[in-house]
């Protein structure tokens, strides 16, 4: 087998992996880079070779995954698009709501390379787009008829990082390829952990977003969802508001069962929660999914026990900010034109508001530089916001869709395979692993392929 990086970041970037296995090709995951503009933030599609790709695989829809599938098919017009069948329902969601942010930011911002594609693509491709069931395996080549000649195969594995999240196997004649995608190995709210039991390969693609990061013994994800909660009923007794940025998928449901929960234990009064148009949809999607779903609280319905309320760009910018609001808003980064960019700008000013980050920011997003910010400074919020300073209360909470390190190592002994390939992570993370695996299993190759860089393994 051969894996291609076309990532065109050593960091997380946007994800995109080309595999080569029996002289067939396989895409897995086409994403975007949240932070790059227009074409500097594609995959470097235009360096996966001249060969055509039978088959795209994608492991979930977030952007850094998907957001650049229609364009991966451009480049790439007879694969077949292979998903999760809970990912089949919400892919067409994102990359139209993609199309709609592009031209927002073609408007505003005047980016000229806008939109990347069409929402006339986004319906032409969904045509050819197919759900999977977890577990099971199909082929991804189609031979001409007559000719008889097995295809390799892939399979899905629940991730439990979001809805229809996976990990995906690819058996090839001699060799198989493990790819984990965004994976969390320990419960969330609502999604139980990824289940990898089992899975062997020769190959491990293995994504390493908290390498750098270690837990302190006494950690305890309950605590941690115990001091936002202490710290949200501070901010609502005071009166103030409280900005929770948040993905529209994953973050958001996880995020709203928690509220629900609290409220229904009388943590605080009920009051409405106010939501970005797109995690309504996708908390629509969780409830109407929740029985094909491996999660805890089946039969908790987020739409019934939480009043959402979904907030207008236009109503972003007047709605009264006092009274105790809570606003679980895309986009976790807080990236320009987004609900929690345009709702921050109004906040970070303001000492009775406060801003809790619940997810991983980049460092030169707008919300990793708030992150970084000390009170009373100022900083480069972004772009469009200026320089602010930061007077509203600012805190990290650290309940990650991430497996943590020790988990993924541990899954690498599981796997026990010949070559890992780290991706999806920065440069310390990445050399973390690096530096674990040499130790505990030397017979391991490990690979850290650079942007459009290939692996033979
Ligand atoms: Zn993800
Ligand atoms: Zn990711």
Known sequence: MQVTNLNPDPDIGASAWVVECDGHRLLLDAGTHPQREGRAGLPLYAQAGEAPMDAIALSHCHHDHVGSLPVAIRHFPSAHVFMTDLSYFLVERVLHNSVNVMLRQRAELGIKEYPLFSHEEVDDYAAVFQGIAYRKEVDWV?????????????????????LGSAGIRVKGHRQTLFYSGDVCFHDQTLLRAARFDGVKADILILETTRGGRSLSPDFSREAEMARLGDAIEEVLAA??????????LGRTQEMLAELALWMKAGRWKPRPVHIGGLGRVFTEIYDLQAHRTHRSHPRLRLTEAVELKVLSPQELEHTKLTGGKIFVMTAGMMSENTGAHDLALRMVEDPRQAIFFVGYSAPDSPAGRLRECPPGKKFLFSQFGGELTRNCRVEAFDLTAHANREDLLEFVGQVDPRVVVLGHGDGPARSWFAEEIAQRWPQIRVHQPGPGETVAC
Request: no cysteine.
């Open 142 to 162: 189609s031979f001409p008829r007559g000719r008889r000649t097995t295809s390799p195969t892939l399979e899905f594995f629940d991730a439990g990082h979001t």
């Open 239 to 248: 009166k103030g508001s409280v900005l929770i940025p948040s993905f529209a």
